[in-house]
């Protein structure tokens, strides 16, 4: 199973970025997904999960500005995020979960303030 996620970049406090990932390799859409994001010296911390139904749940510091989606046709999973705030600043992984687990490389997001 491989992951590649996409779609970081430096944007402006209350711009938007999308961030792809898409997994190969897998029985897609069977899998829960999950974005996390990590800061130096922090643990990855758990930002939105979607399951093979498509429920999605998000972390509080989240809910309300970043949407998770899934596209089993595509085998990707997005997480779009809206009114971006400096605290966003992290590397964003996704997850793919099926029993085992697999992690793409990280895309950077950095929010200028």
């Known amino acids: 199973v491989q992951l590649v996620e996409s779609g970081g970049g430096l944007v402006q406090a209350g711009g938007s970025l999308r961030l792809s990932c898409v997994v190969s390799?897998?029985?897609?859409?069977?899998?829960?997904m999950a974005w996390y994001r990590q800061t130096p010296g922090n643990e990855r911390e758990l930002v939105a999960t979607?399951?093979?139904?498509?429920?999605?749940n998000y972390a509080d510091s989240v809910r309300g500005r970043f949407t998770i989606s899934r596209d089993n046709a595509k085998n990707t999973a997005y997480l779009q995020m809206n009114s971006l705030k400096p605290e966003d600043t992290a590397v964003y992984y996704c997850?793919?979960?099926?029993?085992?687990?697999?992690w793409g490389q990280g895309t950077q997001v950095t929010v200028s303030s």
């Open positions: 997850k793919w979960y099926l029993g085992r687990e697999y």
């Open positions: 390799g897998s029985r897609f859409s069977a899998s829960l």
């Open positions: 979607i399951n093979s139904v498509g429920n999605a």
